[in-house]
């Protein structure tokens, strides 16, 4: 059953919790469907269908509850964040998948298609989530930088290669001149200079 919230103390949204099945990806991407087409934020359907058929499908493997919620939430006119709560206390972490890799490449995906994303700890778990701005609507439309990106750090000049994201809150990068690594925290400061693809087909 979906219950839609619109509370003065809230913003507007939709959840739905779903059984910890694969299957349930599919009911949730009709949710963000659903949610989005009802705010006439249509274009950002197709990228929040992907993020949280990725989001559920990492819940449905690494949790332990028989359910996981699902939330639409809109934040702002051209603002919405999508969420999913399980009862695992695992921190999702962004890395690298190796060529031969299974696991590690959905978190890639919603990093390259979110404006921004992370983890909440709750008492029983946690939340993931993603949020999605609208285009022309005088907000931010650029993804942060991912993984494999080329950057410029905006405070310092130097440049690097994202090689990790720590929980959407922290960005580790590698220098491209030599050894060294450093951190980012604000992800606004760093330009993307070259996208993943490029990188990796330069090395």
Do not use: C, F
């Amino acid at each position: 059953m979906i219950v839609t919230t619109s509370r003065p103390t809230g913003p507007p949204g939709y959840t739905e919790t779903l059984p910890r099945v694969p299957e349930s990806a599919a009911t949730a991407r009709r949710l963000v469907r659903d949610a989005l087409s009802a705010w006439g934020l249509e274009e950002l359907a197709e990228d929040g269908a992907l993020i949280v058929s990725e989001l559920v499908t990492n819940a449905v493997q690494h949790a332990r509850s028989r359910s996981v919620r699902v939330s639409v939430t809109r934040l702002e006119p051209a603002r919405v964040r999508i969420g999913v709560v399980d009862k695992s206390g695992k921190v999702p972490w962004l890395q690298e998948p190796g060529g031969a890799d299974e696991g590690g490449r959905g978190l890639v995906l919603v990093a390259g298609l979110a404006w921004d994303w992370g983890s909440d700890p709750l008492p029983w778990g946690k939340r993931v989530w993603a949020e999605l701005h609208g285009g022309g609507r005088g907000m931010r439309g650029e993804r942060n930088p991912w993984v494999g990106d080329l950057v410029r750090d905006g405070e310092t000049g130097r440049r690097g290669i994202v090689t990790d994201v720590l929980g959407g809150a922290e960005w580790v990068l590698r220098s491209e001149s030599g050894p060294g690594q450093w951190n980012a925290r604000r992800p606004e400061r760093l330009t993307v200079i070259t996208p993943r693809a490029s990188v990796r087909d330069r090395s």
